[in-house]
């Protein structure tokens, strides 16, 4: 496939990995980059040196364009992004807030910019700021997450900006990309179907759980102190509720989740670990290679397409 958005990344198919915290590791990164997509490492809330020694094991494991995915919220946001431009991954993607004062240092660095965004006024500063492509992230998606949903964010998103707009949030199968490309996109970004991926380290507990998610477990918490996260239900969630319902302080609620993504990616807790994922997963159904899954978001596109044909008759 040949668009703007792989042009702009030097990539085979226009699929971005999302940049999950702790799932998004060098390894899931380089297969999904192997696969002809862009892998992204998450640097999450780790320190400087943890996402160097991330990138530069993702070097040996690919020779293909990836990038490092920057939740600017971290404490370590600014020693972070240091390391990125010193070590020059093709592109970087930032959440949780503003890239604008690293604009011109990764630029100079030959890095591409492509912010997550969750509204129209963000998707327009960071355009006025030199952003190269704008991810729109719907509500389905999970971890963090905005207020609006992918199919009336990703249109409005591209009529907004005239640089490649991804659309990512609940798109688990070909039927997904065909519609993200029908609302205008240049390309997708994928997080939960590459958990159930055989390169993703992620403590197969946590697989299993999201092969096992029903249409209705993957809940949001987190809305009464302003930083909602969708993850699937369990122990951890319940409680999240009961302290949100009872007016818990955010402090309170925030040291809940404490650990919480370490528990289930590491350790395996599917009760008191934090199994974020987003809507899309009560449509992944089985484990397999990153390439296999990339090429099954493009593969059926035509008798997606011919369907859509007959019922517009």
């Known amino acids: 496939m040949k668009n703007r958005l792989c042009e702009l990344l030097g990539i085979e198919y226009p699929i971005i ?44 494991l690919t020779d293909k364009p990836f990038g490092v995915n920057v939740m600017l919220m971290s404490p370590f946001a600014e020693e972070v992004m240091q390391v990125v431009i010193e070590e020059k991954p093709a592109v970087v993607a930032t ?8 604009m011109e240092a990764l630029k100079e660095a030959g890095i591409k910019i492509l912010p997550v965004i969750a509204s129209v006024a963000m998707a327009q500063k960071v355009a006025k700021q030199g952003a190269d492509a704008v991810i729109a992230e719907g509500t389905e998606a999970g971890g963090h997450i ?20 991804v659309c990512a949030g609940g798109i688990a199968d070909v039927r997904g990309a065909v519609a993200a490309f029908a609302l205008g996109a240049d390309g997708i970004q994928v997080g939960t179907r590459f958990i159930c991926s055989d390169e993703c380290i992620a403590h197969d507990n946590y697989k299993q759980a999201v092969l ?6 993957a809940v949001v918490t987190g809305r009464s102190t302003g930083a909602p996260v969708r ?17 818990a302080s955010a402090e309170e609620i925030e040291q809940l989740g404490v650990g919480g993504l370490r528990r289930a990616f590491e350790e395996g807790d599917v009760q008191m670990g934090s199994l974020m994922a987003g809507q899309s997963a009560a449509m992944v159904k089985e484990i397999m ?18 369907r859509i044909k007959d019922n517009i008759k």
Do not use: H
């Open 146 to 165: 905005g207020e609006i949903t992918t199919m009336c964010l990703t249109p409005q998103i591209v009529d907004a900006v005239d640089i490649p707009v």
């Open 231 to 247: 993850a699937l239900k369990n122990k951890l969630t319940k409680e999240y509720q009961r302290l949100e319902s009872e007016n």
């Open 212 to 217: 096992k998610a029903k249409d209705r477990d």
């Open 17 to 60: 990995q999302g940049g999950m915290a702790w799932v998004a590791t060098a390894e899931l990164a380089a297969a999904v980059s192997n696969g002809g997509g862009l892998g992204l490492i998450a640097a999450g809330g780790a320190p400087a040196d943890v996402v160097r020694a991330q990138i530069r094991k993702c070097r040996e």
């Open 289 to 306: 290679p990153c390439a296999d899954i990339i090429k099954n978001y493009f593969e059926d596109v035509d008798n997606v397409l011919a």
């Open 95 to 102: 959440g949780a807030g503003n890239p604008g004062k690293y």
